[in-house]
């Protein structure tokens, strides 16, 4: 069982995404504190990390640029997953080694699993989901 990182810290939403992931086989483990984000992914080692932007303590890019030093995380891939799509937060998350850029207004549950069970199938490449 694949197991994913969320890093939220809304919990509506945390629910609402969670669940679609839960019901295709994910096992997905809550953090809503960015300050904890990275301990957390050092202690549960998860195949996959979504990740907000806007956080307590400590901001999602801040979050993905430690993730990425750290030799026992850098290859954790990271989806950014937030409300913020301005042009500099694309750019600072792709190349700071986030695979995905996805805006969580335009994206149901059903269609993050989908794009989550695509990566896992498949792979990905580095990308903007914003359409």
Request: proline share 3%; glycine share 6%; no cysteine.
């Amino acid at each position: 069982m694949k197991k994913i990182l969320f890093v939220e810290d809304d919990s509506s939403l945390y629910k609402m995404y969670s669940t679609e992931l839960e019901l295709r086989g994910y096992q997905v483990v809550w953090e809503s504190n960015g300050a904890n984000a990275f301990s957390k992914a050092q202690a549960e080692y998860p195949d996959l990390i979504l990740l907000d932007i806007m956080l307590p303590e400590m901001d999602g890019l801040t979050i993905l640029q430690n993730l990425k030093s750290y030799d026992a995380t850098k290859d954790i891939p990271v989806f950014v997953l937030t409300n913020f799509g301005d042009d500099e937060n694309i750019k600072r998350a792709l190349e700071g080694g986030a695979e995905d850029f996805i805006l969580k207004y335009r994206i149901v549950p059903s269609e993050l699993a989908q794009k989550v069970d695509n990566f896992f199938n498949v792979g990905s490449s580095k990308g903007v989901s914003i359409n």
